[in-house]
């Protein structure tokens, strides 16, 4: 997967294996500069984002797989967002990382937030892209009775973005071994976030902690988790701003990668 | 062979508007279609159905565990039986206390025992996981489900058997004094059955622990999978299966002709089936609660149980279902029987819209004109202890 291309180490990633107290984690990788970590979504099947090669231009970009999501291993010890943060303080370790960007996106965004609490420090800039981990009343849809192609179409929101999302988890469900790392995935994301729903009420009052500049990207058109979450994290953070991205459903960051980088790129540049 | 009635207790009255569509009767259908008043003269009858079990010479009687659906009204089954227990001589199969659920399996342990107790011994008491979609009921994470179903059931087995107080340090439960009072009549404890659709897990797992496993809800080809699997494992682990620990659950519709038999019976499990069973695949089958194998060959089926229609005449003709004159369910029973060679029949007379007078009249013609027969079948009836009779 690498590429030798001059000018273009942007488009490209390595991918290697992190042994992490015993177990292998997934890591994708790619470009130079200060290290930046990206903390995937609960469907992300193990994508390198267009807007993380993007992002590589300047920063050098991690994207793991979780425990328990596609090509990392179980730890069956973790059994909510909090334990995982603490694995991946472990993980940032190992890659000898210190101080770092952290991007995560939905059930990824709940869980920069909440490593963000455990270590302040450590976090230069906090970006929350549709993130879980705040309470969202009993009125949004249940991502656990949804089928493949429900989940698709109510996570995006253009539509030309749902309709690829809905073929491509027919195709999912067509294939054996990707339904199967579907499955896997989702059993995963229930088992961190079915009770209490997809947050932790002990976050609100840990968020104080979080020292970082704060970028809340939330889409317009967020049918999974809705503005009044977006707002909620504002309020929390000590020093966060909010952008909504037009056009978008829960994921702008895959739905919209140029209008997230317009928001991302002034953001990360400014001087805290 | 012994015989077992079953009784499901279903909520007929649903919306014709419900019943044409898809939607889930499981978690989401709203309580506000629930008549009290119909309620209060549906309990009636259904307990009087239960003890006519009882009366027409049934060995016994069963009753089960759901939650927040129109299928059954009994999510209390223990509630049903300490209600029967004063009503009825033969035993009573609780298939069973959906344990995983509960917060504290001690108070399965209590309940369980003080029946038995109450009883002089009569209770059979069935462990569950409770299906799918209750853990979407109780927001209970699925994905820890098996786990906890067996930590609970060490944890009561224990309860009952080895004098307390002592300390359970689980991953699930922590208890500092486990002592419930009252013990269980029957020793060591009362007989534990393990209903299942046929999970590989289960059936070893009830091998393992030679309990009666019933299979449900199945045509007969995965019945005699389950059982030949069953078989297998017992002799895995060192003994040979009884006809007795292998149980069939089926519905039964039993009338004065095939025709009059298969009409009425093929209404009846329409309604079971499409509309009673009905609710979407990731609402039966959350994340998590089975295993990665059998979740991707389940999730990947085009037809399943309860998330596709199913045809009333193919149900009968696949063993779903057996229906017909007393000669014709006589004749079915026996032919499965000698294939399968299960030696417990749990018959579920009362399904989807069965009316009272159809299910007195079924049940008489089944007590009557079949039982008997069957009865010799499977080397007999195995020895129970007698009813009411203390330490039998």
Redesign the interface.
């Known amino acids: 997967m690498t590429s030798t291309e001059p000018g273009r180490t942007a488009a490209s990633h390595q991918e290697r294996d992190v042994p992490v107290r015993g177990s292998r984690v997934r890591v994708l990788h790619a470009g130079s500069g200060p290290p930046l970590l990206y903390l995937h979504s609960a469907g992300d099947p193990g994508l390198w984002l267009p807007v993380l090669a993007e992002l590589a231009t300047r920063y050098t970009v991690y994207r793991p797989d979780h425990p328990g999501f596609n090509a990392s291993e179980d730890r069956p010890e973790i059994g909510s967002v909090h334990d995982l943060a603490f694995f991946y303080l472990d993980l940032l370790d190992e890659l000898g990382l210190d101080q770092l960007v952290l991007i995560g996106s939905s059930l990824g965004g709940w869980l920069a937030a909440d490593l963000a609490t455990i270590e302040p420090r450590r976090v230069s800039k906090l970006v929350l892209a549709g993130a879980a981990g705040l309470r969202a009343d009993g009125t949004v849809p249940?991502v656990?009775?949804?089928?493949p192609v429900e989940l698709a179409e109510l996570t995006y929101h253009t539509s030309g973005a749902r309709s690829a999302a809905v073929a491509e988890a027919e195709r999912v469900?067509q294939d054996?071994e990707r339904?199967?790392q579907y499955?896997?995935n989702?059993?995963a994301?229930?088992?961190l976030g079915?009770?209490p729903?997809l947050h932790d009420p002990a976050l609100p009052h840990r968020l104080h902690r979080i020292a970082a500049p704060a970028l809340i990207m939330w889409g317009a058109h967020d049918r999974l988790l809705p503005a009044g979450c977006a707002r909620r994290w504002a309020e929390l953070l000590p020093s966060a701003q909010l952008t909504i991205i037009e056009d978008a459903g829960h994921h702008p960051l895959a739905e919209q990668p140029d209008a997230a980088l317009e928001a991302l790129w002034p953001f990360l540049r400014k001087e805290r | 062979m012994q015989f077992f009635g079953f009784h499901l207790m279903p909520y007929p009255y649903l919306p014709q508007r419900h019943v044409d569509s898809r939607d889930s009767t499981w978690v989401t259908l709203s309580n506000g279609h629930f008549d009290p008043r119909r309620g209060h003269e549906l309990y009636q009858r259904y307990l009087r159905e239960l003890v006519f079990y009882d009366e027409a010479g049934f060995d016994g009687i069963c009753v089960n565990e759901h939650h927040q659906t129109a299928y059954g009204l009994m999510p209390s089954p223990n509630v049903v039986a300490g209600l029967l227990v004063p009503q009825t001589t033969g035993k009573i199969a609780i298939l069973g206390n959906a344990i995983p659920l509960r917060d504290h399996p001690l108070r399965v342990a209590e309940e369980v025992a003080m029946l038995d107790v109450i009883s002089g011994g009569r209770i059979i008491s069935g462990f569950v996981r409770g299906i799918g979609s209750e853990?979407?009921t109780f927001?209970?994470?699925?994905?820890?489900s098996r786990e906890r179903f067996h930590e609970a059931h060490d944890l009561i087995v224990k309860a009952w058997t080895q004098p307390g107080p002592f300390e359970w340090y689980g991953r699930h439960y922590k208890l500092r004094y486990v002592n419930p009072w009252p013990r269980p009549l029957q020793q060591p404890h009362p007989p534990i059955w393990s209903p299942s659709q046929g999970s590989i897990e289960t059936v070893d797992w009830a091998a393992r622990h030679r309990y009666t496993y019933l299979q449900t809800y199945s045509d007969i080809a995965t019945v005699r999978r389950a059982f030949t699997g069953f078989r297998e494992a017992a002799e895995r682990y060192g003994y040979t299966a009884s006809p007795a620990q292998l149980g069939w659950s089926v519905p039964v519709y039993v009338a004065g002709t095939d025709a009059q038999a298969r009409r009425a019976a093929a209404a009846h499990l329409g309604f079971l089936f499409n509309t009673l069973l009905r609710m979407?695949?990731?609402?039966f089958f959350?994340?998590?609660y089975l295993t990665?194998a059998s979740?991707?060959r389940v999730?990947?089926a085009k037809r399943g149980l309860g998330t596709s229609t199913m045809d009333p005449a193919e149900l009968m003709d696949r063993g779903y279902a057996v229906a017909g004159s007393p000669e014709t369910v006589r004749q079915q029973i026996t032919a499965y029987q000698k294939d399968l060679g299960f030696g417990t029949f749990s018959g579920i007379f009362q399904f989807g819209t069965v009316s009272h007078e159809e299910f007195t009249r079924s049940v008489t013609l089944f007590a009557e004109n079949v039982m008997p027969a069957l009865r010799p079948l499977a080397g007999g009836q195995p020895a129970v202890p007698a009813a009411g009779a203390p330490g039998a």
Request: proline share 13%.
């Open positions: 249940d656990f009775q949804l089928s469900e054996a339904f199967g499955l896997r989702r059993s994301t229930a088992h079915w009770n729903y | 853990y979407h927001s209970m994470d699925p994905t820890q979407p695949k990731d609402v959350p994340p998590g990665p979740a991707a999730m990947g």
